[in-house]
């Protein structure tokens, strides 16, 4: 996997041994298996297992190589080392890419289509051999591979599938093989475990995020050298970031260290709060210790002002005053000196900044919170992570360090972002403004360089999602589907939070909400949106109990989002109203007194021979599932994001009839489904398919206009 952008000193990097000696002989390639004598009692034969590996790799490596690209890849290219020991090496692959588009930009179009379908289908061929178990294979090849031999097919797939999007650009991918390739399986769970030393939930979100080679890439980067303890964490929960009040400490700069604390004064503190000004800290030393004076914020060119992003888990507040150790101020005061621009020591920060009493006073700084980080001259990240790397590296390495680090997966943290002019990062040797990457950033991401822009596109995802939300003119809808997304990856220790902060994000005022408590606080931000994009609808995750928002999330974070909600959110806009949300989908009125077989629920089309299978979201227990679509379960109607296509799984949601009133059924949200047409494509769901259409099964589906008006309570 040598292709890929450079990293200083990598982290256990994986050697691919190169263990075919045979070459590709190329012809069928869906049969290569069979026509070289490898049937399937010859592949599950153990004696010949070491025969069947280096077969599996000149198949699935080597011929996957030549086959996709469409000429003969000769594998010395793609071999080092001497006879007694070889390897894979990878790094010719972008010379390659390049042969195939200037191959393929030069044949006729007829061709290019032909070209286009062929690679397709054998990259979803292979992911699916060395993934899903096969049903008409006993043998599992992933078993047979082992995950690092797994782990270099995936690579491999995902970077001609990546390079094939582009050369390909007038046919649309027809499916997401990315999704495919990051599922539970052997080179998954490889990687994930490549990150020692790093939280549970953090390597779990970053799977999420990150396609199968640019988590390669993440993991040679060198673990974090501070050691905090996440042994009892979770792929769902940190322990270490919900933080326990009562117990947190402010941490010295150096461990052993006892110096100070030294306070801001309250009452300086109060009166700019309460004026609605911006009170900002200016650290002063007379010779007699260090002084807190408290600044009211006058404009940019009087005060500019620095203003911290930092994750509390690092140390850097402080739940029972405002004040912290003479240690980390002095270290403080020079950062924030190097950060601004202007080069002043005007800063805030909400451990300083935010009164711990009276609740007034705290409320209204909060309150203001979008505000301070929109005003400051910069913004500066103090992850102690990214603090204790070097910034002498290439800028993927830099990007990608940003987007591992914890302060990346904070709620709070993310708004900050987001409203931030001039975002800094503090790096061992000093701050980085990422946006001076912008031009070597324009310059690599092109379209001739298939090699490194896989990493680097992931890599700066998080920083294009900054820009867009911080943009003037981004649409709301967007900016709404934009923020869905990058919320469902980060967390808050305090759920109150979140609406505040989603708000912000939006440039919605936060002062009905501030008054707001409990859920209702989330039910408010939901009436606050005049449009949401459609497929926020369709997405997993507890919904709201209120009438009218029963389809509204109760949280958007921590949420899952599907493969293809980015695609989707162009789909249509949905209107909040008070009485439910509106909108316009296909879907079908059910009767649903059919069989339940292995608590999938099939139906047939009212008037056409076809047979549809609906089965419940992940997050539904089967009891659950087994007593919603139970008899007493009246008028069900189903709603579909889009009407149902061959070999592709439909997310919809199951709602029941209320009423009709001109065009627009009233229907009441009940929970999450997905829907597949029946047949092959079904079983690789999981979802069993039946060889006998059932007779004599009542269950019938009566299909609504494609565009029909819903109003979902
Ligand atoms: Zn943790
Ligand atoms: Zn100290």
């Not at 393929?104 to 990259?123: F, G, L, T, W």
């Not at 992911?127 to 097919?153: C, F, H, N, W, Y």
């Not at 905090?228 to 933080?243: A, G």
């Not at 020079?334 to 950060?339: I, L």
Request: glycine share 6%; charged share 25%.
């Amino acid at each position: 996997m040598d292709h890929l952008p450079k990293v200083n000193h990598p982290y256990n990097p994986i050697r691919i041994s190169c263990l075919s000696s045979e070459d590709y002989h190329g012809g069928s390639f869906h049969n290569y298996d069979e026509r070289q004598g490898w049937t399937s009692e010859r592949l599950e034969n153990e004696n010949l297992r070491q025969d069947a590996v280096t077969f599996l790799q000149t198949w699935l490596y080597f011929g996957t190589l030549s086959e996709v690209m469409g000429f003969h890849v000769p594998k010395s290219d793609f071999i080092r080392g001497a006879d007694n020991q070889k390897w894979i090496t990878t790094k010719r692959l972008p010379a390659y890419f390049r042969r195939w588009k200037d191959e393929v930009a030069s044949s006729p179009q007829a061709d290019r289509k032909d070209r286009h379908q062929k690679s397709e289908e054998i990259v979803n061929f292979v992911a699916r051999k060395i993934t899903a178990p096969d049903r008409t294979s006993v043998a599992s090849i992933s078993q047979m591979l082992g995950p690092e031999l797994e782990l270099s097919i995936a690579v491999l797939l995902f970077e001609l599938h990546n390079s094939m999007v582009k050369i390909y650009r007038e046919f649309r991918p027809e499916t997401n093989l990315g999704y495919s390739l990051l599922l539970d399986n052997s080179h998954t769970r490889l990687l994930k475990s490549r990150f020692p030393g790093s939280c549970p939930s953090l390597v779990s979100r970053l799977g999420q995020r990150l396609q199968v080679t640019s988590m390669y890439y993440a993991s040679l980067l060198s673990p974090p050298s501070i050691t905090v303890n996440h042994k009892r964490c979770t792929e769902n929960s940190c322990v270490v970031e919900s933080l326990d009040t009562s117990t947190y400490l402010t941490a010295h700069l150096q461990s052993g260290c006892s110096c100070e604390h030294i306070h801001v004064n309250f009452v300086d503190l109060f009166v700019p709060i309460l004026s609605e000004m911006i009170p900002l800290i200016s650290i002063e030393d007379h010779g007699n210790g260090l002084h807190l004076k408290v600044i009211p914020f006058v404009d940019k060119a009087e005060t500019p002002y620095v203003a911290i992003s930092h994750v509390w888990s690092d140390g850097l507040g402080n739940p029972r005053e405002n004040s912290l150790p003479e240690c980390q101020l002095r270290a403080l005061q020079q950062r924030v000196v190097e950060a601004n621009s202007k080069g002043q020591g005007y800063f805030w920060m909400d451990t300083l900044c935010v009164p711990r009493q009276p609740p007034e006073a705290r409320k209204m700084a909060i309150g203001q919170m979008g505000d301070i980080y929109q005003q400051a001259e910069t913004v500066l990240v103090l992850d102690a992570e990214l603090a204790g790397s070097t910034k002498e590296c290439d800028v993927e390495e830099i990007l990608m360090r940003i987007t591992r680090s914890r302060w990346l997966t904070r709620l709070w943290t993310f708004q900050e972002a987001v409203k931030a002019k001039r975002l800094v990062f503090q790096f061992l040797e000093g701050p980085i403004d990422v946006n001076c990457f912008e031009d070597i950033i324009r310059q690599k991401v092109g379209y001739d360089e298939p090699r490194r822009d896989s990493v680097l596109i992931e890599a700066i995802s998080f920083w294009i999602a900054f820009r867009v939300l911080g943009g003037c003119k981004t649409g709301q809808l967007h900016k709404f589907g934009l923020l869905c997304q990058q919320a469902g990856w980060r967390s808050t220790s305090c759920a109150e939070d979140e609406p505040i902060c989603l708000a912000n994000m939006l440039d919605l005022d936060t002062k009905l909400l501030l008054e707001t408590h409990g859920s209702d606080r989330m039910r408010l931000f939901w009436s606050l949106q005049r449009e949401i994009p459609t497929a926020i609808l369709f997405e997993p995750g507890q919904r709201l109990q209120a009438d009218g928002f029963r389809w509204a999330h109760s949280s958007l974070l921590n949420t899952r989002l599907d493969e293809d909600y980015n695609l989707s959110l162009s789909l249509n806009t949905a209107y909040v109203e008070p009485q439910g949300l509106i909108t316009h989908c296909p879907g079908f009125f059910l009767s649903l007194s059919g069989k339940v077989v292995n608590d999938r629920v099939r139906f047939k089309h009212e008037s056409e021979p076809k047979w549809y299978v609906m089965g419940r979201d992940d997050d539904m227990t089967s009891d659950d599932w087994m007593k919603t679509i139970g008899p007493d379960f009246k008028s069900p109607v189903l709603i579909l994001k889009n009407a149902v296509r061959d070999q592709v799984h439909t997310d919809g949601i199951l709602t029941s009839h209320q009423k009709q009133e001109s065009q627009t059924v009233f229907v009441r949200y009940v929970c999450r489904v997905i829907l597949v047409e029946e047949g092959s494509y079904a079983g690789r769901l999981g979802i069993p398919v039946l060889d006998v259409q059932e007779e004599g099964s009542e269950a019938f589906g009566k299909p609504t206009a494609s565009d029909q008006r819903w109003c979902i309570s």
